[in-house]
């Protein structure tokens, strides 16, 4: 997908209620900040719900779901365990390093 195209698609979607289309300023990027869960406009599209989950802007525990400058990675650790974190978008080599040098860090069996 082009630019343009991903840029016009954030900016429907945005128009249809999902969100709110930023645009990107000073190096930064544009993207859209999400007002339902993505999973379930995901179940709406496919008739699995009849209503969205709205993202609660103010949550009880103090975090905010709607970081959209976070991307989910995978990682398969065994057959039956997958190890999920969420990096920033602009994720660097020096974090990279800090990250691995704590998981370095902790207890394992040999």
């Given at each position: ?109 040999s």
């Amino acid at each position: 997908m082009k630019r343009s195209e991903a840029i016009a698609l954030a900016k429907r979607l945005a128009g249809h209620g999902c969100g709110r289309f930023i645009t990107g300023r000073r190096k930064g990027k544009s993207r859209i900040e999400w007002s339902f869960y993505l999973s379930s406009l995901g179940n709406v599209a496919r008739g699995n719900a009849d209503e969205p989950e709205e993202i609660d802007p103010n949550p009880a525990d103090g975090k905010d779901d709607n970081v959209s400058s976070d991307i989910m990675h995978v990682f398969k650790l065994r057959p039956d365990k997958d190890v999920n974190i969420a990096l920033p978008e602009d994720f660097t080599k020096k974090e990279a390093e800090r990250l691995a040098a704590f998981i370095n860090s902790l207890p394992f069996d040999s």
